[in-house]
């Protein structure tokens, strides 16, 4: 069974860093488009950031408006783990933030309908 795993969130002054990290059980990360998305109180969530299989020739990353320059997405094949380097802070940043799998692997693309396989989230929040 598939299980995600996400870690690194806490409190941050605004301008600071933190780094997130998705490991997962059951699922080999490297085979899959890995995103991370965030939801903050009565939002919709929204995808931050996404990353292509690390099998595809297509090596593709996408980042939200907001982060861009920013946030960086990586992988660590060697730890089959992904990444959400977070620099620049914003209380706006402030939401939980969940890693996802798309397991089908569907068409490259950063929307939360095409991920199926959802970590717990773990809260970043933003503040002075």
């Known amino acids: 069974q598939m299980q995600l795993v996400e870690s690194g969130g806490g409190l941050v002054q605004p301008g600071g860093s933190l780094r997130l990290s998705c490991a997962a059980s059951?699922?080999?990360?490297?085979?899959?488009?890995i995103g991370w998305f965030r939801q903050a109180p009565g939002k919709e969530r929204e995808g931050v950031s996404c990353?292509?299989?690390?099998?595809?020739?297509?090596?593709?990353?996408y980042y939200a408006d907001s982060v861009k320059g920013r946030f960086t997405i990586s992988r660590d094949s060697a730890k089959d783990t992904v990444y959400l380097q977070m620099n620049g802070l914003k209380p706006e940043d402030t939401a939980v933030y969940y890693c996802?799998?798309?397991?089908?692997?569907?068409?490259w693309g950063c929307g939360p309908w095409q991920y199926d396989y959802w970590g717990q989230g773990t809260q970043v929040t933003v503040s002075s």
């Open positions: 996802a799998v798309d397991s089908r692997s569907s068409n």
């Open positions: 990353i292509s299989s690390a099998i595809s020739e297509s090596n593709n990353t």
């Open positions: 059951g699922v080999t990360l490297d085979y899959h488009n």
